[in-house]
């Protein structure tokens, strides 16, 4: 089993709607990131969360430390989201452990 | 500012031959981090190193080792390379302290071992 477990491992959603991808782990974590991966490989750090919620534009990360469980929303969903999105948790001597990603496609 | 650059961009080699991939992190970042992406593989942690030292490094073979530069910048080498090599190389550098730590990536290398 995976320390670090993603679902859905793809997502088809419609121009619009509101997207939730989950995120599992099962280590302990000083802190968890929600990246983005583009095609070709480019990676942007969405969040940074060890407790809360973090909102930025249509985004939402929200971490439950006792459940061990994040969730990344997007609200009003558009074609342009369509990525892979990865959550990693940040463990001893900061090295971070990665999902497998969430395949985003949104349709116009 | 400028982010994480990495070169070269794309990388080809054959089997048994050794790679270099090059990072450098945003000015003032220390630390430098090496993530490997297998195809269909999600990203694994190779190397950590930090004010010229490595500092932790994931379950991979010592033919996978690098360096940082005084300046800071990083290199990872790749030994005697081997079809599985063939991935993308995530160099991410990191900022930490005053409540902030947060890895910031770099476009990658795509090395191709044929």
């Known amino acids: 089993k995976n320390e670090v477990e993603q679902s859905p491992q793809n997502l088809t959603a419609q121009e619009g709607e509101f997207i939730t991808i989950n995120c599992s782990y099962s280590v302990g974590i000083s802190a968890l990131h929600w990246l983005q991966q583009h095609p070709g490989g480019g990676i942007v750090s969405l969040f940074m969360l060890s407790s809360g919620k973090k909102k930025h534009g249509r985004l939402i990360a929200t971490i439950n430390i006792q459940e061990k469980h994040s969730s990344l929303h997007i609200t009003a969903s558009h074609p342009r989201d369509s990525a892979v999105y990865i959550c990693a948790v940040r463990t001893s001597g900061s090295r971070l452990t990665f999902g497998e990603g969430t395949q985003l496609t949104v349709n116009p | 500012e400028a982010g994480v650059t990495q070169s070269p961009t794309h990388l080809i080699k054959t089997r048994g031959q050794q790679a270099t991939l090059r990072c450098s992190p945003i000015s003032g970042h220390t630390s430098v981090y090496w993530y490997q992406q297998a195809l269909g593989l999600g990203l694994q942690f190779l190397l950590w190193y930090d004010e010229g030292e490595e500092r932790n490094r994931g379950n991979f073979p010592p033919r996978f080792s690098g360096r940082q530069f005084p300046n800071y910048s990083s290199e990872l080498n790749v030994n005697a390379l081997e079809l599985e090599d063939s991935a993308l190389y995530l160099c991410?550098?990191?900022?930490?302290?005053?409540?902030?730590?947060?890895?910031?990536f770099g476009p990658g290398t795509r090395l191709t071992v044929l």
């Open positions: 991410a550098s990191r900022v930490a302290g005053a409540g902030k730590d947060t890895q910031y």
